[in-house]
């Protein structure tokens, strides 16, 4: 048994004392708070104003907990806790990097927007929302990366590394795409097993195809692509921000306490065996399985669910959704997008051949399309 951090505090006093949900044992919320500010430290080790540094600290905390305990908070009805969200004045941290950095950011919504979806995935509530939220995920590669963008939190964090790093200038839309597949292309490839065991249906490889080979090769291509960013661009900050944030991120399976590299014999990605399943069912290391699997039932129409949340989510994933339900393959499974109770599977819709064989094209053709809008190679 491996004896962890007996006695420690390994987290600095830097969370609100009001940050504190009467449901949840003083130790777990202890445990929320360390990984909370490990995702910090780790993904963004580098700093000159601790003013919003230390507010992604709490606002990332606050993900952690709706990671798996949905219950807590429905977000569904439109109504956002922002002067008190478990305890915690969430608008006044989002507003400590907003007065800083260019508004095209959107950083309020990016936040409200993965929150939203972050609490419905671990809730139990399997609302008719959030099986639309699904069913965009799975829609296109184009679609799925930009909500993995929101759902990861991934332009967010590179708003407060920015932000944190006295930097006001954002990037254009398309080098912020590029920039966020670079980082989830790495990341999912390396979370693979972690997210099946959770029949996770956020992982991009769970569509265009998990197999070694896929994984590896495009696992270089995001990776070399970091480098050659680094290579034509390291002496502009922004890009040093966004660079060293997307080649941190797949690193926290080595770096933090969440993941299992100590416990499965100093490896990172292997595969899930029952136990560990077992354990993302018991919310072990914060994880959480989700199994409410069952038939598709009648929804509401789209914008119907919609209009009560429509001010709390960007734009750009009301429209991922919106395309999605209005042209959805005929051959894809959605057996599964409520979650699934069998083992060594995803969670949401499972394609047909022709769509996955379209993922795969789309992903293979990424270093061209990142080289089109980043200085990646000499001109």
């Given amino acids: 048994m491996i004896e962890e951090h007996p006695g420690q505090r390994l987290h600095p006093r830097v969370f609100p004392s009001a940050f504190c949900v009467p449901q949840i044992p003083q130790h777990e919320m202890e445990e929320i708070r360390r990984t909370g500010w490990e995702y910090l430290r780790c993904v963004i080790p580098e700093f000159r104003d601790p003013v919003p540094y230390e507010a992604l600290g709490t606002l990332s905390a606050i993900s952690v907990l709706s990671e798996y305990r949905g219950d807590l908070l429905d977000l569904t009805t439109g109504k956002w806790p922002g002067s008190d969200l478990f305890g915690v004045r969430a608008d006044a941290l989002l507003e400590t990097a907003s007065r800083v950095l260019d508004p095209r950011a959107d950083l309020a919504r990016e936040y409200t927007g993965s929150l939203l979806f972050i609490l ?3 809730s139990h509530r399997n609302s008719d929302l959030f099986g639309y939220w699904i069913e965009g995920l799975g829609s296109s590669p184009q679609n799925f990366l930009r909500m993995r963008d929101t759902d990861g ?18 990037f254009p839309e398309e080098e912020v795409r590029a920039l966020m597949e670079m980082m989830f292309v790495m990341y999912d490839g390396l979370a693979f097993f972690k997210h099946r065991a959770e029949a ?4 991009l490889f769970a569509y265009a195809g998990g197999d070694l080979a896929f994984r590896q090769e495009m696992y270089t291509v995001a990776r070399n ?44 990605g292997k595969e899930e065996t029952g ?6 069912r018991e919310n072990v290391k914060l994880w959480h399985r989700r199994e409410e699997a069952g038939p598709e039932a009648t929804r509401s129409p789209l914008e119907e669910l919609l209009s009560p949340v429509r001010h709390m989510l960007p734009d750009a994933v009301v429209d ?6 209005a042209d959805r393959c005929p051959d894809c499974d959605r057996s599964a997008v409520s979650g699934t109770r069998e ?17 795969r094209r789309y992903l293979k053709g990424s270093w061209n399309r990142w080289s089109e809008v980043l200085p990646l190679k000499d001109i």
């Avoid at 083992?343 to 993922?359: P, T």
């Fill in 120 to 122: 419905e995935k671990s």
């Fill in 153 to 170: 939190q991934g332009r967010f964090f590179l708003a407060y590394a920015l932000a944190s790093n006295g930097i006001s200038e954002w």
């Fill in 275 to 280: 136990k560990v399943v077992r354990n993302a």
């Fill in 320 to 325: 991922c959704m919106t395309r999605a339900a």
């Fill in 225 to 268: 692509a970091t480098w050659a960013l680094d290579a034509h661009a390291y002496r502009d900050r922004r890009y040093r921000v966004a660079v060293t944030m997307a080649r941190q991120m797949p690193a926290v399976h080595l770096l933090m306490h969440r993941y299992r590299y100590v416990e499965d014999g100093m490896m990172i």
């Fill in 200 to 203: 996770d249906p956020c992982n």
């Fill in 343 to 359: 083992e060594k599977v995803f969670g949401g819709v499972r394609l047909c051949a022709s769509c996955r064989h379209d993922w």
